[in-house]
């Protein structure tokens, strides 16, 4: 069995796991400004359906980086691994076999 993160009636701990999000959102956003550095072909594979990052974050991302694909799984959630393993199992095999790390490896 898996024991809870915090037992219930735990406020201090429940009050650093809030403290501990807030710290990482400001990390995200801050690490967030580095990312159009990166040199590299990027492919972000974003679910249609997910109520939890919504469609314009996918776009957001998309636009961050200067070499980006962005492709979205119809008919899936939260997880595409679960959902939608065979589309996205594709995407990935063709991304990498279209990257220029492949090409050079003559594949």
Known sequence: MVAPVAPPGDPPRCAQLAGDTRRGKRDLIAATSV?????HPVLIVWASEDRIMPRRHGRRLA???PDSQLVEIA???TLIPEDQPAQLTSHLRQ?????????????
């Open 63 to 65: 636009d961050v980086f």
């Open 35 to 39: 990312l159009p550095s990166f040199d």
């Open 95 to 107: 991304f990498i076999t279209e990257s220029p790390a492949a090409a050079m490896r003559g594949g």
């Open 75 to 77: 008919d899936s959630y």
